[in-house]
């Protein structure tokens, strides 16, 4: 439709792909407005059979417009044929994202579902207008071993947000101000990724946040045969998390740990017992065993 191939446009890049697309429409209304013009020289009973000829001449313009947009269409996206015009670059992918992407193996295709709001905070519009574009790309130099689905979310009450809900994309809620008024304003900005083997959950994307770093990093883990494990000293801080006995509350992880969760398996190990007597690390133990390239 002519609103996706613009949308590239509207994020700043210039696709080969939709300037062929484009081009050819252009190219298809000024032959219609041609034959239009030139209808009252052929339109008479001496030229009967020229109404057939410009329909034949349509239809088969049609087909040939139709397999260059294909052929330009492929050959693009395996390519990379678009230009990033974008002040920063913004959607132009590292070497290092690249090459990762090509590296993919069949046999653990990723798939990347992305949870957004339409209407998200001021603040926040050139986050998910950033991560909308990165998320093309990494579909295209992915090619059928990434796929990559963006579900735009309507509302909290939505069939979009239940899904989101189901793999733990959280509902933000940031007060903002419009018109002189403060109100709430609830939005989804996040991203799951999943292989035949593991998973990756991004709740919610900051405006601080470094994009493609988060997502290259996720997609590096979940297309892995498997994942490191962190032994994470236990002590008075509860930098894992756990139970408050006191206040009879449940007690989050630290930031660190919830990042290093995106990468590693994370396992509490207590500076009582000996490692080879870690209940944490058992399950990790056997896993190593089937697996003992890990």
């Not at 660190?256 to 969760?261: P, S, Y």
């Not at 500076?271 to 089937?290: H, T």
């Amino acid at each position: 439709s002519l609103s996706e191939q613009f949308r590239e446009f509207g994020l700043g890049m210039i696709p080969l792909s939709g300037l062929v697309y484009f081009g050819s429409l252009t190219a298809f209304m000024l032959y219609l407005n041609h034959v239009v013009i030139t209808k009252r020289h052929w339109s008479g009973n001496q030229k009967a059979g020229m109404g057939l000829q410009y329909v034949v001449r349509t239809a088969c313009l049609i087909v040939i417009l139709t397999s260059a947009n294909v052929m330009t269409r492929v050959s693009a996206d395996a390519l990379g044929l678009r230009a990033d015009v974008t002040a920063d670059n913004s959607y132009t992918l590292t070497e290092t994202t690249r090459k990762l992407l090509a590296a993919v193996d069949e046999k653990r295709p990723v798939t990347i579902q992305a949870f957004l709001s339409e209407n998200v905070p001021q603040e926040f519009i050139p986050v998910r207008k950033r991560l909308e574009g990165l998320l093309q790309q990494y579909d295209r130099l992915g090619g059928k071993d990434v796929e990559v689905r963006i579900v735009t979310v309507g509302d909290a009450y939505s069939r979009a947000a239940e899904e989101a809900g189901t793999f733990g994309i959280e509902k933000r809620q940031i007060q903002t101000e419009r018109d002189g008024r403060f109100e709430l304003t609830e939005f989804y900005l996040g991203a799951v990724f999943t292989s035949p083997t593991d998973e990756v959950v991004i709740s919610a994307f900051d405006v601080n946040s470094a994009l493609e770093y988060e997502l290259t990093r996720s997609v590096r883990t979940v297309s892995g045969k498997n994942r490191r494990t962190i032994g994470v000293l236990a002590t008075d801080a509860s930098v894992i998390g756990g139970f408050d006995r006191s206040s009879f509350q449940s007690l989050p992880p630290w930031q660190i740990v919830r990042e290093l969760r995106k990468q590693y398996n994370v396992a509490g190990i207590s500076p009582d017992l000996p490692y080879d007597e870690q209940p944490e690390l058992e399950i990790f133990r056997i896993k190593a065993k089937k697996h003992p390239a890990s």
